[in-house]
């Protein structure tokens, strides 16, 4: 079975840059087909998808974050890795690492993180 664990800190100060990271395990992040996502969750907000890095490291990311956010990865590791500059207190919500279940669309989250908690605020 796939897991993922997100890890990171749970408190940013605005304006600084968060990182986050993700593990994974009875899975390699470089497997074709797979996309790995990071995503995140607000009250205010509901889920929303963050970006996607492929089985052979290309990224795409949301539009919105595109100008804030970098998503790279250590193979050696497994791990995948979430930067995020120039936070607000907006960006506060559970961030979420996923895999998608077949290996066809980033966007069919087949398997999740437990997610962790990253709140914004001085």
């Known amino acids: 079975q796939v897991q993922l664990q997100e890890s990171g800190p749970g408190l940013v100060e605005p304006s600084q840059t968060l990182s986050l990271t993700c593990t994974a395990s009875?899975?390699?992040?470089?497997?074709?087909?797979?996309?790995w996502s990071w995503l995140r969750q607000s009250p205010g907000k509901g889920l929303e998808w963050m970006g996607a890095?492929?089985?052979?490291?290309?990224?795409f990311v949301r539009p919105s974050l595109r100008s804030r956010i970098s998503i790279s990865r250590d193979t050696s590791k497994n791990q995948l890795t979430l930067q995020m500059n120039s936070v607000i207190p907006e960006d506060t919500a559970v961030y979420y690492c996923?895999?998608?279940?077949?290996?066809?669309?980033?966007?069919?989250?087949?398997?999740w993180g437990q997610g962790t908690q990253v709140t914004v605020s001085s």
């Open positions: 890095m492929s089985h052979s490291g290309g990224t």
């Open positions: 996923a895999r998608d279940a077949d290996g066809w669309n980033y966007y069919d989250w087949g398997y």
């Open positions: 009875d899975a390699s992040i470089s497997t074709q087909y797979y996309f």
